[in-house]
């Protein structure tokens, strides 16, 4: 099974609370932590991969180290696929590189692109980045993306699937905070979305 989520930002504790750019309804940096690995574990199994889309973890004049990072993406199953975001060292990906290891026969534990990626899923094909594309008319092509956070681009193909995306309203059962997104649910925000933009025009 695939699945998406972006814009983690761990250790950084400027996000906490209620604000309108990335709320996150926590007191400490370690209960959101723990509440996104719960997540995972409770969602994601080895044979899984998750997409996720940029800005890893940040904390602004101290970022943390490498070692620290690491020990909480050990803990999140599956396999990770990351897409470089604004926030994120190549300094990191060669750290992870060195630590990388098999989930499963033959599938590193994690797995690097600079700009984006693209698959298939039910007819559709999935270009993941870190920054929202501008892809003008597009036929059964989705850009799912994060850096954005609590904001959505006006564009039913631009589907935000950041841990903070404001485009959760749109699925009939919202997943806890956290939980990577999955196929079905990125196409239920997209009709969703589809449908709101549709009856909100001028």
Same mark, same amino acid.
């Given at each position: 099974?695939? !699945? *998406?989520?972006?814009?983690?930002?761990?250790?950084?504790?400027?996000?906490?609370?209620? +604000?309108?750019?990335? =709320?996150?309804?926590?007191?400490?940096?370690?209960?959101?932590?723990?509440?996104?690995?719960?997540?995972?574990?409770?969602?994601?199994?080895?044979? @899984?991969? #998750?997409?996720?889309?940029?800005?890893?973890?940040?904390?602004?004049?101290? !970022?943390?180290?490498?070692?620290?990072i690491l020990n909480i993406l050990e803990q999140l199953p599956g396999q990770i696929v990351f897409i470089k975001g604004n926030? @994120?060292?190549?300094? $990191?990906?060669?750290?992870?590189?060195?630590?990388?290891?098999?989930?499963? =026969?033959?599938?590193?534990?994690?797995?690097?692109?600079?700009?984006?990626? $693209?698959?298939?899923? @039910?007819?559709?094909?999935?270009?993941?980045?870190?920054?929202?594309?501008?892809?003008?008319?597009?036929?059964?092509?989705?850009n799912l993306h994060g850096h954005i956070h609590h904001y959505s681009v006006p564009i039913a193909e631009n589907i935000n %699937?950041? %841990?903070?995306?404001?485009?959760?309203? *749109? $699925?009939?059962?919202?997943?806890? *905070?956290?939980? =990577?997104?999955?196929?079905?649910? #990125? *196409?239920?925000?997209?009709?969703?979305?589809?449908?709101? $933009?549709?009856?909100?025009? +001028?």
């Open positions: 099974m695939q !699945y *998406f989520t972006a814009d983690t930002h761990f250790f950084h504790t400027q996000l906490l609370g209620q +604000n309108d750019f990335a =709320p996150r309804p926590f007191k400490t940096i370690e209960q959101f932590h723990q509440a996104v690995i719960q997540a995972w574990q409770q969602r994601i199994a080895a044979k @899984d991969t #998750v997409f996720h889309l940029g800005d890893i973890a940040m904390h602004p004049g101290d !970022y943390p180290s490498e070692p620290e926030h @994120d060292s190549r300094a $990191l990906f060669k750290f992870l590189a060195k630590h990388n290891f098999e989930v499963t =026969p033959g599938r590193p534990k994690y797995e690097f692109h600079d700009v984006g990626k $693209l698959i298939k899923a @039910d007819h559709f094909q999935f270009f993941m980045t870190h920054y929202p594309l501008m892809m003008g008319i597009t036929k059964q092509t989705l %699937v950041g %841990v903070d995306t404001p485009e959760v309203q *749109f $699925l009939k059962q919202v997943p806890p *905070f956290g939980t =990577p997104f999955s196929v079905a649910e #990125v *196409f239920e925000m997209y009709h969703g979305k589809q449908a709101w $933009l549709a009856q909100h025009k +001028n």
